[in-house]
Every structure is written in C-alpha cells, then in structure tokens.
C-alpha cells in the first residue's frame, strides 16, 4: 500500500512500490491528462509537480512521493476556472496534436511560479520538453503572455 | 463510457471529435418518422455532413483524421463557409468507417496523409455544407409559405424581411432534413468567404489544455486489461519460443500469448505490470540471412546502385550525359541520407474487444478505413460487426497511417474473447518498428558552359522504394513514381527547374527494413540534394545562388514568387548582421510552391545557431492562415530534428536506437524564429502540413557552407559532431 494526495486527494493505492508515478496516476487513479513519451525522463509528457516542484513522473518510483503534494494536469484549474498559464495556451492557440501540450503546461506552471518573468533564456534553461508538432513558437509567445497577463 | 456493441441500420456511432470523449452512443427512435437519418442524440441529419440540433449546435462530420495539422478545424470552416452558420454553435465528429462503408461511403476518403486533408476534399464537402444551407432555407420557406428567393440567411438564422420573420437552423432543422437534395450547388467565391480562409482558432484545444482530450492511450473500458508487447526485432524473423512458467505468477499478470508469427504479449490488469512482465519472458526468435544486415552493407548496396546500369527514369529532357561530356566545367557530388523514425509523441496502441458476434477497436489513426480494414482481417467478421472509433492522435506524421498496431491488438483480443484489451508499444518497441523513412544515396553531376550556364544534370538516386514494401500494385512497370517527389516532369510533385539536358533516375534497392511514408517522404531528402547542389553548382559558375537558381527558373513563376518572396524578407543581397550567414532553397510539393531562407552563426565550426527561418507558401487557398503558420513552424522542428539529430542505424539486421537518449529532437532553446509568408494565389489547392519540411534542412545547410566553406553531404549532422547551438 502506497499512500498518495493527487489534487488534494487522497489515495491508498495497493502496488509494488516500485512502480513509476506515471503508471500509478494514470491506471490507479484514473487521471490520464499525464502522459506516457518515452519513460526514461527525457521528453517530459508525464511532468507532474511534486511539492511544487516539477518532475518527470515515468522515472520515479511511487513509494517516493508517498506522502507528498502531487498535482497533475487535471489539478491545475481551480473549479473549472483555467490558470492563466492555461488561458495563454488557449489564447496562443498553442497545441497541435496536444499529446506533449499537459507536461509542457506543468513544466511552465512551475517555472513562472519559481520565476514570475522569466527571459527568454530562462525559458530556453528550464523548458526541456519534447513536442514533436514543433509548438515551440507558441509556447514561447505563451509563455511570456501569461508571466504578463 | 458506454459503448453499444449492435449496430442498427438506423443507428448512428460515432465518435465526438472534438470532445475526444463520449464513446459510440446509439439510438434508435422508431416514432421520429422513417425518413430522416439521424444522429447519436436523435438529432435530424440535414445531410450526412451537417447535423443540426434543437439548440442550433451544429455538427460537422469530418471523416478525416486530427493529428495536430489542423484539418479537423480547416474542414469545419469550408463546411461552416457554406453553410452559412454560426461558427461559435460548430461542434465535430467523426462518423465510423464502417458507418461509412454501410453507407456507401457516403463520406468519401478516410485517409490522411499526404497533405490531402483538405486539398482533395474541399469540394465535397464545400457542397455538403451547401447543400444543407439550400435545404434548411428551403424547409423555412417552405414554412412560411414564401419564395425562397425572399429569404436570406446569416449566421444559421433565416430572414424573410418584407413578413419580419426569422427562423434559427435549428426550429427547421427537422422539416430541411426531409426535403430532396439539390442537384446544382454552386459554391461562393473564395475572395467572399467569411469563415473560410480566416485564421480562427482551432476547434480543440481547450481539452488540450486540462488533460481531458481523450487519445487512444487513454480509452478506459469496463473490465479491460492492458497488453505490452515485443515484436520480433529482426524484421522477417519469427517468434521462436518463449518461457511463460518465469512470469506467470507476476502479479497481475492474465496471459502470455502469442501474437501472429512474429510477436509475443503479456497481458496484465495495468500495462505497467505487463511491461515488466515482458521484460522478465525468456523469448527467443528465428534468425536468417537478416541477422547479417547492418547500415554498413546497406550502404555499400546503395553506393553500387549509383553508378548501376538499371534505373527507372523519373524525368528526362535532352541528353544530360552527352551535355556532361561536352560541359566546359564538370561538377559531381555524392549525397546519403538515412533512415529515420516518425517517433510521434504518443507510441502506438489500440483497444480492441472481440467477440463471435463483433468486434470494435478504439484507436488513433490516419486512415479509419484501413484500420477498419486490418481489423477484419485480424478478427475474422465481416464488416457488419466491425467497427474502429478514431480518436484523437497524440502525432502521426505518416506512420498512423500503417495500422499493424490494430491488427496486433485484435489478435490478443480475439484470444480473450469478451475481454476489452489495451495494447500500449513501448517507446522502444515504437522506435524498433517503425515504418521507417526510406534510405537514400544521390549522385548529382552537372554540366556548366563558358558562361556558367546548367546545361545539364543527372540526377542519379540510389535506395529504398516504398511503394515496393507498402502499395506494390502502384509501382509502373517496376518504378516507383514516388521516389521522384519534387523531381517529377509534371503534377504536384514536380521538379521547379528548367535544364535542357537532364536526366533523374532512380536505382532501387529495397533493403529488409519496413519504409513507411514521412512526413514530407521523399521531398526531404530530394530537395536537400537538389537544392545544396544548386549551390554547388552557382559556387562553380561563380553565380549568386539565388541568381544562378533565377536563371533556371523562367518556366516556374510561382516557385520563383515564393523564393523571391523568402529572399525580400531575409534580406537576400544586403548585408547580414556579423558573424551571420545566408541560404535558401525551394519547392514545389504536394502541389504547394514553398521556399526557405535561413540566417545561422556558426560557434567553433561545429556549433549552428539557426536565427530566423522566412518561408513563404502558395497553398492556392488558405482556409486557416494561422493553422499554415503554426504547420510551417512545427515543420521545421521534425525537419532540423531529422537534419540534426536522427538516424536510425541497423546492426545485425535490427534498429539499434530505441528512444529519446539515442534519437533526439530539438528543444525550445534551439528553436528559430520562423517567419511564415502564405502568398495562396487562387485557382489551385495546395496542401500544407508537409511542403516546407523539405525547404528548412537545405537553407541551413547553405548557409552553413557560406559560413564555414564546408560542404555537408551525408546526415544526420551529429556524424560530423555539429550540433545545435
Ligand atoms: S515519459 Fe517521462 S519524460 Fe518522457
Ligand atoms: S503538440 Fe504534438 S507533440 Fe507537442
């Protein structure tokens, strides 16, 4: 038994503790805006924040975040009311096919929380993730619109 | 989620599109009179494109597939154009292949690629949405008691002025939906469209944003467990033997079984327990005389096929090797480009049920109809109980186009019968099957005279076809037409060059490795020959390259107006800022006219800042501008990420790179600026989501040699340690 509080929720889940977040948000506990890319911590599809911060959920075994903040994707609007991190991508018209789009989302929420006005070379140091529509325009122009909205 | 396995003549699945959620819901409503079709919710069919319910929503059928390209929202504004309705009331959905096939097909062509999408469907559905807009203010007159010529409409609401009425789609939804088709459609002129051609917002991205889009990793199923898979990784080898006594006892794990010759599945209550089962199964494979094969013969193979004997002629003028001989100045250059995987964000998978009496599949696909297709085969029902719910594609790019994943997933589901299965690749087994983007080599000798004029070429390619692997029945007599995309005499492929002596021809050597269609096909690798070789050839003539291509081009002017346009924007001819260098390419593919220029630095000779990328784009029309410019950008992250980063390499006859770690893609930090021009001159319909690949690889590469005097000519540029800066 692994204790876990997803978006505030918490859950007991019964799996082997060796068994990545990734897996255990999206098959245990139902929540599939995280995705799956590559599982080796290199495209960020399946960034989630863990007590804040964001963190590649395939290369991370359960037991690790028991006990901690876990917020994904689906955590992020407060009562169906999008984050302004998610009105840009709105307003942007950001995703293309939108599979890498949830992980990008986590991965900026985290930056601008850290970093309220980041430069384009903040965004260049910390934004790692794959998308390979090639969104990389939008998501900058977003980016920058939400730190300012 | 409900699914609803019988299929009733009247009954109508579908998949909601946009919403990416709400499975198949069937309804029958016998007391709704017998002569309207009607959708999942009882709303009336105006016409199988155009469904409108009481509240006014409209619903557009799209029988294509989504993918991230746009089409899904670009096929809704021609409908929606039309239609004359209010944009903000347009919802999608997909009908079902098999909906289609029992309807004779009704909706025409499900397949998507090829940039396709929209170019050869603008017109049927352009007169679907027509049609509609006939019979909806037909069915308000008709009420009224008035002529139709009184009436007019705008945005889904009908006015008749000189009796003060009005009537909203929706309150003559019912009575449009029992009216006879017109026979003339006439459609508007696109300098009047006024949702056409505009550049909206796509249609679904909210769900993007929140994590609710549904793709077909995501489908959740009442009892339904989750199958990992290995296929045999020397392609044309078999399964051998495996030991299932090792995993059986894993937790969660149901079934070992064996899929089809050539692969072997766990399947286990979570995918992350099948995984780990499959990785623990002792498995063991046939060999054969492909274990030998490694990119080092293949290679060898191709380097023989240029200068071979046989070859198919692609496009011939003159006498290209009679002008060589006699050219005042020879120049020859040798060029290889290697295979390359789609690698879409999303690896494949397929949900499937199985039983005597149906089948059904929920997947991403580029072709609904194939899946369909493959999905008989496999489950061994006729078409009457079979049927594929398309859902959202987290990336295609070619290779959903292929549907061995379906076929896979319902073999495991038929040996499980009434069980839903979940078949998720790995994102190495997704690297290690592939259709692969095919291998090339290219020999390019050109004749120049005294004055540093092209008398002539040949253009000797030398590699993989594949409409051999894939679609042999299209080869002509042996050629594959394909090969020649971008070099072609003539139609949406053809070559953008007027030389007088000029022979290309292709040597075919299909390797073991599956070849599969991607994006951009063989326009990527063409035009990075053509187009660096045209630099080559200005060098040798002492020409400006965009002078020597001008020279060249005076039976093309809309491939001249797209490179003139790149060139004017990026300042072609005026001085660039220190330390940046200039290069440009064009095309014409997928019956577009693009062109590239970049601007790059180049850090210790090995390091390439690439600044600002200008294309330019002649669609004919453009029904969503802002989508053509978020294509062209994204085009030119898979095409640098292919020039920088990919190669598939083969060692002992299998794929040796088996994710990210070995097979990059860029990042944002080595993003350029992409200035996109869309110049649609009218009268012809181009296709976007391909052409510009083909244009970003070889401007950089120009504008490398213009920086550093070096000339690269086999890729990725990782073999020459460059990288992005
Ligand atoms: S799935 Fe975790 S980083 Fe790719
Ligand atoms: S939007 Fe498709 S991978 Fe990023």
């Known amino acids: ?149 | 989620m409900n699914f609803v396995p019988k299929m009733n003549r009247r009954s109508f699945l579908t998949t909601s599109a946009a919403a990416g959620g709400g499975l198949a819901l069937s309804l029958t409503l016998p007391f709704l009179g017998p002569d309207i079709v009607r959708a999942a919710d009882g709303s009336p069919e105006v016409n199988a494109w155009v469904v409108i319910r009481p509240d006014d929503t409209v619903v557009i059928r799209i029988a294509r597939s989504e993918m991230g390209q746009g089409t899904l929202t670009g096929l809704a504004q021609l409908v929606a154009e039309e239609l004359e309705c209010d944009w903000s009331k347009v919802t999608t959905e997909y009908p079902t292949p098999a909906t289609n096939v029992a309807r004779k097909r009704i909706w025409g062509d499900y397949s998507t690629g090829g940039s396709r999408g929209i170019r050869t469907s603008h017109e049927y559905v352009r007169k679907g949405g027509a049609a509609a807009r006939i019979m909806l203010v037909q069915a308000a007159a008709e009420g009224w008691k008035v002529p139709v010529s009184e009436c007019t409409v705008s945005k889904g609401v009908i006015t008749h002025k000189a009796s003060n009425r009005t009537a909203t789609y929706g309150s003559v939804a019912e009575a449009a939906a029992k009216i006879e088709p017109p026979k003339d459609i006439p459609l508007k002129d696109p300098k009047t469209w006024t949702i056409a051609g505009k550049p909206l917002k796509r249609l679904d991205t909210v769900d993007k944003t929140t994590g609710k889009m549904m793709y077909g990793m995501d489908v959740k199923l009442p009892g339904m467990l989750c199958a990992a898979i290995k296929d045999c990784p020397v392609f044309g080898n078999k399964l051998a033997s495996y030991d299932d006594s090792k995993v059986k006892s894993m937790k969660g794990v149901r079934h070992v079984l064996k899929v089809g010759e050539t692969a072997v599945a766990v399947v286990a209550d979570t995918w992350w327990q099948a995984k780990v089962a499959l990785d623990a199964l002792p498995v063991t494979w046939t060999e054969g005389p492909n274990n030998k094969v490694s990119s080092e013969t293949i290679a060898a193979w191709l380097k023989e096929g240029l200068d071979a004997d046989q070859a198919f002629v692609g496009n011939e003028a003159g006498n290209a090797k009679e002008a060589i001989a006699k050219a005042h100045k020879k120049v020859e250059a040798v060029y290889a480009y290697p295979y390359q995987n789609h690698a879409p964000m999303e690896p494949m998978n397929a949900t499937a049920v199985w039983t005597p009496d149906k089948c059904e599949v929920w997947t991403g696909t580029q072709n609904g109809e194939a899946a369909l297709a493959v999905a008989l085969e496999a489950s061994g029902l006729p078409v009457t109980k079979c049927d594929v719910h398309k859902l959202m594609l987290g990336g295609g790019f070619g290779r959903r186009g292929r549907s061995d994943y379906v076929s896979q997933a319902v073999l495991i589901a038929k040996q499980i019968p009434g069980t839903p299965v979940k078949l998720i690749w790995s994102r190495e087994e997704d690297m290690l099957h592939g259709t692969y983007h095919p291998i090339m080599q290219a020999k390019l000798t050109g004749a120049l005279d005294e004055k540093g004029n092209l008398t002539g070429l040949h253009f000797r390619l030398s590699g993989q076809s594949i409409l051999a692997a894939v679609f042999p029945a299209n080869l002509q007599n042996g050629k594959d037409p394909l090969t020649f995309q971008g070099l072609s005499p003539s139609g949406e492929q053809a070559f953008g060059y007027d030389i007088p002596n000029l022979l290309i021809d292709h040597s075919m050597r299909n390797p073991h490795v599956p070849p599969g269609f991607w994006r951009g096909v063989n326009i990527n690798q063409n035009t990075i020959f053509m187009e660096c070789f045209m630099d080559e050839l200005a060098l040798a003539a002492g020409k400006d390259p965009l002078e020597f291509r001008r020279s060249v081009m005076g039976k093309y002017p809309k491939n001249l107006a797209v490179l003139n346009a790149v060139a004017e924007k990026i300042g072609w001819g005026t001085p660039a800022p220190k330390g940046v260098y200039r290069g440009l390419a064009q095309v014409k593919a997928f019956d577009s006219y693009v062109a590239g220029a970049a601007e790059i630095s180049v850090d210790s000779g090995n390091k390439i800042k690439v600044h600002r990328i200008v294309a330019a784009t002649d669609p004919g029309y453009a029904v969503n501008p802002a989508q053509i410019h978020r294509q062209v950008a994204g085009s030119f992250v898979y095409g640098l990420s292919a020039l920088f980063y990919q190669e598939i390499t083969i060692k002992d006859g299998r794929v040796v790179e088996e994710n990210f770690d070995t097979y990059n893609s860029m990042r944002i930090s080595e993003m350029p600026e992409v200035e996109s021009i869309v110049v649609p001159s009218g009268g012809f319909w181009g296709g976007v989501g391909e052409p510009t690949i083909a244009v970003a690889a070889p401007a950089v590469l120009n504008a490398y040699f213009a920086a550093t005097g070096k000339r690269i000519r086999s890729f990725p540029l990782k073999n020459h340690d460059i990288s992005m800066a």
């Open chain 1, 1 to 149: 038994m692994v204790a876990l509080t997803i978006n505030g929720q918490s859950h007991n889940i019964d799996v082997d503790p060796t068994t990545p977040l990734l897996w255990v948000i999206r098959e245990q506990a139902g929540l599939t805006g995280t995705k799956y890319g590559c599982g080796i911590a290199q495209c960020g599809a399946c960034t989630v924040h863990i007590d804040g911060v964001a963190t590649r959920s395939c290369s991370l075994p359960v037991s690790d975040a028991a006990g901690k903040k876990i917020v994904t994707i689906e955590g992020l609007a407060d009562n169906g009311k999008l984050t302004k991190v998610q009105q840009a991508w709105v307003e942007h018209d950001v995703p293309q096919c939108g599979y890498c789009q949830c992980g990008m989302i986590m991965a900026v929420s985290a930056l601008l929380a850290e970093m309220p006005k980041p430069t384009d070379k903040d965004i260049d140091d910390t934004i790692t993730n794959i998308c390979r529509c090639g969104t990389f325009q939008q998501v900058r122009a977003a980016i920058h619109a939400a730190a300012n909205a």
